[in-house]
């Protein structure tokens, strides 16, 4: 979930509070139907969300209670609400050739230049540790009917100046009403 500034309260309708309803059922707050309409049960959820939260309990989602409910709503491993995804596979189906992590971001980013669609694509790579590195690619606006986006996580570990990937996971975005809006990793219908 990202940061939004929009304010919302009872009576507001759409996508924003479809994301708040989302959000405050994974923190187990909301046990309403999650239909984007700000009603009483919302307005119940994050009076009760605002309270557990040190905030004023007043039932009006601004920048303060937005901020509150993305920062519960972090995972603290970072490999939760993946897909996990056979490194071997992986491997194989996407032809890597293991050399250094940069190498295999270079492979992930330009494999994909001549898929159809309006697309954006984004790729990180970090290194926690001298030994550890983090590839995530992600690539939005997928021309499919289902998938509007796909993100993985690729973690590699150096071996006796060798790196080897050693877990790979995957999240989704869906198109509108086929799942998740936010990246997750339950597959979109």
Same mark, same amino acid.
């Given at each position: 979930?990202n940061a939004i500034? !929009?304010?919302?309260k009872?009576?507001s309708?759409?996508?924003e509070v479809? +994301?708040l309803?989302?959000?405050l059922k +994974?923190?187990?707050?909301y046990?309403?139907v999650v239909d984007g309409? #700000?009603?009483?049960?919302?307005k119940?959820?994050?009076i @009760?969300?605002?309270?557990?939260q040190?905030?004023?309990?007043d039932g009006?989602v601004?920048e303060? *209670?937005?901020?509150? %409910? @993305? ?8 490999r939760? @609400?993946f897909?996990v995804?056979n !490194?071997?596979?992986?491997i194989?189906? @996407?032809?890597?050739?293991v ?5 295999v971001?270079v492979?992930? #980013?330009?494999k994909?230049e001549d898929?159809? =669609?309006?697309?954006s ?5 970090e290194?926690?540790?001298?030994e *550890?590195?983090?590839i995530v690619?992600?690539?939005? =606006? %997928?021309a499919?009917d ?5 993100? $993985?996580?690729i973690?590699?570990?150096q071996? $006796?100046n ?6 790979? =996971?995957? $999240?989704?975005?869906c198109?509108p009403?086929r =799942?998740?809006q936010d990246?997750s ?5």
């Open positions: 979930m500034s !929009v304010v919302l009872e009576g309708k759409g996508a479809t +994301k309803q989302e959000g +994974k923190l187990n707050f046990s309403g309409i #700000f009603g009483a049960k919302t119940e959820a994050v @009760n969300f605002q309270k557990s040190q905030l004023v309990a009006i601004g303060k *209670t937005w901020s509150k %409910l @993305n920062a519960a709503l972090q995972p603290s491993d970072p939760s @609400n897909r995804i !490194v071997q596979e992986f194989s189906s @996407n032809r890597i050739k050399s250094t992590p940069k190498a971001a492979q992930l #980013f330009s994909r898929e159809e =669609g309006r697309r694509e984004d790729i990180v790579v290194y926690p540790t001298r *550890t590195a983090e690619h992600a690539i939005v =606006g %997928l499919d289902s998938i509007r986006g796909i993100r $993985q996580r973690e590699l570990k071996k $006796q060798k790196w080897e990937i050693v877990w790979v =996971g995957e $999240q989704y975005k198109q009403n =799942g998740s990246w990793s339950s597959p979109c219908l």
